[in-house]
DNA sequence: GTTCTTACA
DNA sequence: TGTAAGTA
C-alpha cells in the first residue's frame, strides 16, 4: 500500500489551490518553504506545485498556528519528530502522531518558545 | 488571469 | 505579514 504515499507526494496543486484549500495567504505559504516546512516542487516557468502531504502539514502549521506557537516553536516540533521517528525505529511503537502530540505539548507547557504571547495554561492544574 | 521575486511599511 | 511593482 505504498502507492497511496506516493501519489501524497505528488506535486500537482498551484499556490492557489492550496490557498483555498488552507485559508493561508501566498505570502505565508512561502514563508514557510522558507522555513523549510514544506518543499513544494518547481514546475513550469518556475511555479510552485505542491502535493497533498505539503497541504496537510499546512494544515497543521495553521493548527499550531492558532495555539499560539510562533515559527521557531513549529519548527522546533517538526525538528523534534523528525529527531524522534530515528529514535523510534528501534523502541516504542509510538505513532507519528503520538511523538508530535507528546513534544507538542511539552513545547507549550514549558512555555519557552512564545516571543510574542506568551502561552497560556488552558486549565487549572488540580 | 495567475504566480514569481523583491522590497518597503 | 500585507502589499505594490514589473515579469514570465
Redesign the pocket.
Known sequence: MREKELRRSMSVF????V?KLTDL????I??YEEQELIHPERSD????MYSLNDIDTLLEIKDY?SDGLN?AGIKRVYEMKVAKEKEAKNKPPLTDEDVRRIFYDELLAQGGLNQQQPYQQKGPRM
Open positions: 498551484p499556490i492557489g489551490t490557498m495567504t501566498a505570502r505565508q512561502r514563508y516557468g518556475n511555479r510552485r498556528l515559527m
